[in-house]
């Protein structure tokens, strides 16, 4: 018999009563406002989103402008409120997101295994609150110190940088980032057991091979499933990439290294500044607000669902 | 034998392998501290100072700190660590007096406050009374306070009876006291609803360590230092109900660590002590030898005024204000239900499909974006409930529904730590499942309900998106008196700063110096959780 059967053996009696029923109910509402957020999130998004495309418009009711769903996702101009397509900002976010993840991947997973591995206990407890500083600054300074002092440092190296560029914004987003892939990188290899630690150890294995051969290996799962939440992470990015990614929407070619160096408009960076355009309630460009949310809320989503599949299914049990 | 005493044998590789980690591990940390070492310099401008006032305070406050410290360090790290408890203490509590003057300065008068402190207190001091007397079941009681409450805050019949129609019969307690004509001054008042309040804490703070004769000692110091603040005052040049506030909020938490440290470690007083005397001693000398001190984009001059045209006279102060209403509907918004459905998920939910789905509900929401539920408050709160656009509590509530699976997140792991012993011995003792909630669980996991709170509200104080697109206004002039007006934020102030106003003059002193503000903000706020943590952790 588990403790939660005993405990509802024990409660039973007083279940039914107001004192206990007021508290129950509470605190289920609490919980049920989370439920209710996510229903407002998808209705509201697929409601508004559903007005600005013409496939769509008729099944909602909606007899406005509207745009064609292949143009928006095929097009590569993004020239509100003439030209709607997402392809210039998503090619912008893809650039970001890569390099983020250049930065991010290596001295996160490097992090983890220093700190689950190497370092002592007085260490971690050092280490750990500085590392969640990085992830506790404002997005928007990120976006501040890329323009103003790691600009400047890629104009020295490569001078045809833009004011505004992708690699800065990289970079900063990465950095953000870290504290997100470590943690759950190191959550996953702490998980670990010990004893395989020692059967590597007893086959005569140095610290190292133990480190990279049994430990990363044996916590692949949770290593990847951080990795995913945190490149969704930095497709979600606003404040960061609005400030010192540029705001010209620009197709840039995302297998083309030289992109970085020019200044794009990224999804998220598109909607902050549609929303400071002048836009006419209910108009073309407010929908389209609506729509780029929707992309952006179904890629995260699909990220986070993914990420939590691969660390369920992909677990090593012990 | 552990395993760290295993795998010597490891050689080159292996080193260069750990140090690469290490370096790993670094690089974040020390990029993020190189850019925030240069946004400070550019803020403070520290090289435009004389050399004797860098050398003045090198000598009176640099070196005596660093003496004392590598002499702690040494000898007494126990005491190096509660000394910096104190001087930490002590920054945090000014930054919060800071914004308690703020607030009672510009946004709440003092008269408002009495009332409203009399308006809870009534009620509080009838409802003790009835249940000492009538000892009444809890729905009686949950009635009985409610309505209480209500006649208290909002008169009888109040705004539902003015919807229905019927006639005001009476006025709330703070109609009642706003209606007083002849009235004691603004110090008097605050010496009655703020400085007896914190001296009731105070107070059994201190019993809780000695005796009920310690709490009334407390309780009269606070009352004490109230008064002898605002007498005083005048002759340090500022106003009474500030310098109250003042020393207050500072003195009073501060007061009761020194005292507490001085119980039992005194030499962890050593650093403080050095600190805040070398910081007077310093002050004093360079104004009597005539240095002059840098030329910060950061003084008092930012700290107080408006935004303008111009960089040199821009300022923060609508958007601290802005800020700190925003953190106060927040909080009121998010923390109670964020708590709820810890308590829910945790506590009560029974294992099925519904409990499943809020439980993924709840990850998936903590990864949408923040700009995302700018659109879903622009959406529903100001295009669907039809609010007007940037206002205080639109800010709050889309800012609150950020933060909610952070602080159910934080808050179940804390609930879940608290041992099942405890609730096991709990209902072996006949109590219920509410009691054991409120008795046992809650009381148990407050502390780390508490951090995550203020982790998650470092967060809500830091994003600019949900307000951006929830239309607050770039720049305000003046603070929100009320929760329906407009209101700006500290980041978006630097924001707008950064991008709409983006010229050089602005590159240079507004943003960095809001850059600055902001920061020390949010440190604060994260060594404090982080403070607040460890001390849980160790006490367990």
């Known amino acids: 018999m588990s403790t939660d059967d005993i405990t509802d053996e024990l409660t039973r009696n007083v279940e039914g009563t107001t004192q206990e029923r007021l508290p129950r109910l509470f605190f289920f509402i609490c919980a049920a406002v989370s439920v209710v957020t996510t229903v407002s999130i998808v209705v509201l998004l697929a409601t508004e989103a559903a007005r600005f495309f013409s496939v769509t418009a008729p099944l909602v009711g909606f007899a406005g402008e509207t745009v064609d769903a292949a143009d928006f996702f095929l097009k590569t101009a993004w020239q509100p409120p003439e030209q709607f397509g997402v392809l210039a900002l998503v090619s912008a976010t893809i650039l970001i997101t890569v390099g983020s993840a250049v930065v991010a991947i290596p001295l996160g997973v490097g992090t983890a295994i220093y700190l689950s591995e190497y370092a002592t206990p007085a260490a971690r407890s050092r280490l750990k609150p500085a590392l969640e500083i990085l992830a ?4 928007v300074v990120y976006g501040f110190f890329a323009v103003i002092y790691i600009t400047p440092v890629i104009q020295g190296v490569f001078p045809q940088t833009g004011a505004f560029n992708l690699a800065s914004a990289s970079i900063v987003v990465g950095i953000m980032i870290i504290p997100m892939v470590a943690s759950i990188s190191e959550d996953a290899m702490s998980a670990v057991p010990e004893d395989l630690r020692q059967a590597g150890y007893g086959m005569g294995a140095t610290k190292f091979d133990v480190a990279t051969g049994v430990v990363v290996p044996a916590a692949l799962s949770g290593i990847v499933s951080s990795f995913i939440l945190a490149l969704s992470r930095a497709i979600g990015e606003t404040m960061a990439v609005t400030v010192a990614a540029g705001s010209q929407a620009q197709y840039l070619n995302v297998l083309n290294p030289a992109s970085y160096l020019e200044g794009a408009l990224p999804m998220t960076a598109a909607m902050i500044k549609l929303l400071l355009s002048d836009i006419t309630g209910g108009g073309l460009a407010y929908r389209s607000l609506y729509a780029i949310g929707i992309t952006l809320f179904a890629i995260t989503l699909a990220m986070n669902v993914i990420s939590d599949f691969i660390a369920q299914r992909y677990r090593e049990e012990y | 034998m552990s395993t760290h005493d295993f795998g010597q044998v490891s050689r080159t590789v292996g080193t260069v392998f750990r140090y690469a980690l290490l370096a790993a591990t670094l690089v974040g940390v020390v990029a993020l501290g190189i850019l925030l070492l240069f946004v400070a310099v550019d803020a403070i401008q520290p090289l435009t100072a004389d050399p004797g006032w860098h050398l003045t305070f090198f ?39 800071g914004g308690v003057v703020l607030i009672f300065v510009d946004i709440v008068s003092p008269i408002t406050w009495f009332g409203f402190v009399l308006a809870l207190a009534l009620p509080a001091g009838v409802l003790a009374l009835v249940s000492r007397t009538l000892s009444p079941g809890m729905g009686t009681s949950v009635g009985l306070s409610a309505a209480l409450l209500y006649i208290s805050l909002a008169g009888v019949p109040g705004p539902v009876g003015g919807i229905v129609g019927l006639a005001p019969i009476a006025p709330s307690v703070i109609a009642l006291v706003g209606s007083i004509p002849v009235l004691p001054v603004d110090w008097m008042l605050l010496v009655v609803s703020v400085s007896l309040p914190v001296g009731l804490l105070a107070g059994s703070y201190v019993a809780s360590y000695t005796d009920r004769r310690g709490g009334i000692v407390a309780l009269g110091l606070t009352v004490a230092l109230g008064v002898a603040a605002s007498l005083a ?25 020194v005292w507490r440290s001085w119980e039992t470690n005194r030499l962890a007083l050593a650093l403080p002590a050095v600190v ?14 005539g240095f002059a001190g840098p030329q910060s984009w950061v003084d008092w001059q930012f700290l107080t005024s408006a935004h303008s045209r111009i960089a040199e006279d821009a300022g923060l102060y609508p958007a601290i204000g802005g800020s700190i209403l925003l953190m106060g509907a927040v909080i009121v918004l998010s923390f ?43 959406g529903v709160f100001v295009r669907f409930a039809g609010q007007p656009t940037g206002t205080v509590l639109v800010g709050g509530a889309t800012l609150s529904l950020l933060i909610l699976p952070i602080i159910i997140i934080s808050s179940r792991e804390a609930i879940r730590s608290v041992p099942e012993e405890m609730r096991q011995a709990s209902y072996g003792m006949g109590a219920t499942r509410w009691q054991t909630v409120k008795n046992v669980v809650l009381p148990r996991a407050f502390p780390g309900v508490l951090t995550g709170t203020i982790l998650a509200l470092g967060r809500a104080i830091g994003e600019t998106a949900p307000l951006i697109m929830i239309g607050a206004p770039d720049v305000v002039f003046s603070l929100p008196a009320e929760l329906s007006a407009k209101v700006s934020a500290m980041p978006l102030q630097v924001y707008a700063w950064a991008t709409l106003y983006g010229s050089p003059a602005f590159y240079q002193k507004a943003v960095p110096a809001g850059v600055v503000v902001l920061v020390s903000v949010l440190l604060a706020m994260n060594s404090l959780a982080i403070v607040l943590r460890n001390r849980y952790q160790n006490e367990q």
């Open chain 2, 336 to 378: 109670p239900f964020g708590v709820g459905a810890a308590i829910y998920m945790e506590e009560y939910a029974p294992d099925n499909r519904l409990t499943r789905l809020i439980d993924v509900n709840i990850s998936n929401l903590a990864g949408v974006p923040s700009v995302v539920y700018g659109l879903l408050g622009l």
């Open chain 2, 233 to 257: 005052a005048p002759s340090l040049g500022i106003s009474a109900g500030p310098s109250l506030l003042l020393a207050t909020v500072v003195g009073v938490p501060t007061g009761l660590a």
């Open chain 2, 276 to 289: 805040v005397g070398g910081a007077f001693v310093g002050a004093f000398a360079v104004e009597a030898l």
């Open chain 1, 136 to 139: 506790g600054i404002p997005t």
């Open chain 2, 59 to 97: 000598l009176s406050f640099v070196l005596p700190t660093l003496v004392v410290s590598g002499y702690l360090y040494r000898r007494a790290p126990d005491s190096l660590r509660a000394g910096g408890a104190i001087v930490g203490l002590l920054a945090v509590t000014t930054m919060f007096a």
